[in-house]
């Protein structure tokens, strides 16, 4: 499973996916990957098939966040999908 991130805020942003079902983490519990503001980046994940994957971010400035949260503690309407 590949998610395409564009990061349209103007300040960098870290995030994280979860695997919701196996309990996993990308990269890990204690780093994050980081996008700067304007880019656009492919995320590769090796996940199971029909797992369910989230992906959660926020600024570094802690002013906001998008998905699940970069700790995994929201919930969100659109921000998971099946590994296929």
Same mark, same amino acid.
Not at 35 to 43: A, D, E, F, R, T
């Given at each position: 499973?590949?998610?395409?991130m564009t990061? *349209?805020? +103007?300040?960098?942003?870290?995030?994280?996916?979860?695997?919701r079902?196996?309990?996993?983490?990308?990269p890990? *519990?204690?780093n994050?990957?980081?996008?700067n +503001?304007g880019?656009?980046? *492919?995320?590769p994940?090796?996940?199971?098939?029909?797992?369910k994957i989230?992906?959660?971010?926020?600024?570094r400035?802690?002013?906001?966040?998008w998905g699940v949260?970069?700790?995994?503690?929201?919930g969100c309407?659109s921000?998971?999908?099946?590994?296929?």
């Amino acid at each position: 499973m590949t998610w395409k991130m564009t990061n *349209n805020y +103007p300040d960098v942003v870290e995030l994280r996916f979860f695997d919701r079902t196996a309990n996993l983490v990308w990269p890990d *519990n204690v780093n994050v990957y980081v996008q700067n +503001p304007g880019s656009v980046v *492919n995320y590769p994940l090796g996940c199971t098939l029909g797992n369910k994957i989230c992906y959660g971010a926020a600024d570094r400035g802690g002013k906001g966040y998008w998905g699940v949260d970069i700790d995994n503690s929201q919930g969100c309407a659109s921000c998971c999908a099946t590994c296929d």
